[in-house]
């Protein structure tokens, strides 16, 4: 069976970017893939953050992983830093990956724009270790957003050199994109994230929801009601997309084109459709916080199916380098 791997940070509230432009499209793909996710806390300590907040932050991940529908009858869950071995292959990689490839990355030029004051090196090796978390599984598919591409770029390059001077030793792995790869904020400006407040929390409640979403820029140039839209330039419809029926997307676009329907008439169809998805993750999210030891068990499980794949892909990548190592 194929082998997939993706993960997601904790470094902030879970938000409908990070569920349509990955989340979702992970629990479809555990129907045909052999499937591999994990919250990257130590992907989450190359910015400032608070100590006591990653800790809380990362089971809450994990758990709505799990309310998403990421159980442990269809994929392994764990957390990145209960795999130590992650970070050994990252610093072997680091020796095949030169360091201008890494300056070029453009998550570390806005990361390091963002944070003038720690521009550190584990921001700079951000790639680095997120080719040893997909490759010490051999995966060779990871799904993720468009802001990742680059990323993945870099692992196949990673693989491509490894293998080169050591022998075949790792897959080169290929995205596969959801059909939301890039939402963006309510800002209609700039992409969804946790870091910037222009997100919709995945568990938000229902009038927190609806007010992000009523206040969200559309397509800008529809500045009065009469005015025709054009769905192509507006974000609303990236979301629409994700939550909303065919007959009803149909009906949606031709209204909009022909200003027939207003903003808020698209966006309230929009918000019933997306509170018919979300309440029951809500509502799953909800028992699971009252049984937290469960969460623990899956990925502590998860962590230790992980270990054993991690394990012989270290052997295999020491004898190939030459490491002494009885
Ligand atoms: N806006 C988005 N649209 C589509 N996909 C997105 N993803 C994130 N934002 C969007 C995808 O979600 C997965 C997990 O994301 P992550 O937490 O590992 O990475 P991130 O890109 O750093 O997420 P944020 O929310 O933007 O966090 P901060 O603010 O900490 O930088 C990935 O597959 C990502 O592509």
New binding site residues.
Partial sequence: MKRIF????P??EV?I??YI??IKQWVELTEEYDCIFCV?DYHAITVEYNIEELRDRTIETALILIACGLTPDRCRLFIQSHVPEHTELAWIFNCVTPIGELERMTQFKDKSRQHRANINMGLMDYPVLQAADILIYKAGYVP?????VQHIELSREVARRFNNRFGDIFPEPQVILSH????LGVDGAS??????NNYIGLLEDKDAIWEKLRTAVTDVNRVRRADPGNPELCNIWTIHRAFSREDELLEIDKGCRQASIGCIDCKKVLFKNMMDELIPIRDRADSLKKDRDYVIDVVRKGAKTCSEIAKKTMEEVRSSLGIFYP
Wanted: no cysteine.
């Fill in positions: 993706s993960g997601i940070q470094t902030g938000h970017g990070n432009g990955a990257v993720v957003g468009e802001d990742q939301a790869p890039r939402i992409k969804m994230s946790k870091s910037m």
